[in-house]
């Protein structure tokens, strides 16, 4: 069994693109006030929270599936191409994983747009699972943003 791997998911969202994006890069702030079911708080621990070199700290809800908190460093950002790269630096996930880097892509459509999320991680041990279930949490939260975004238009 290999203790690396890769996942990735695109989600089709009938969100503009550019707001689609807005809403991943204000997600310090509209996270947990649109979604509280799943985001108690953001924290911005170092930098702006959005720029390169920003740590930020997510306290998840009650009911959050493997972890309660985690600490994500921004590795790489295009404003232009709409992609952000992030990588967990500390908090609960690193018991499963020693390394876990994901990477946001949103891109422009006829008709909406694509958010694809993608994820290369090394195992903290032989057993531990796929990250599945963190790849079924970001397309939960893809469809959230999408349907929060949508409810806004009036």
Known sequence: MATTGKLEVDIEVKSPAD??????????????????????????????????????????????PLVKNSEEKID?????????????????????????KAIIVVTPKEEGSCAKWSCEFEKAHEEIPDPNII???AIKNFKEIDEYILSLKE
């Open 76 to 100: 790489f950002v295009d404003e232009e191409k709409k992609t952000v790269a992030y990588r967990i630096v500390a908090g609960d996930l690193l018991n499963y994983y020693k390394d876990f």
């Open 19 to 64: 707001k689609f994006w807005g809403s991943i890069r204000d997600s310090t702030t509209l996270f947990p006030k649109a979604f509280p079911h799943d985001y108690k708080s953001i924290e911005v621990l170092e930098g702006d929270g959005k720029a390169v070199g920003s740590v930020r700290k997510f306290h998840y809800a009650e009911g959050s």
């Open 135 to 137: 790849r079924d949490f």
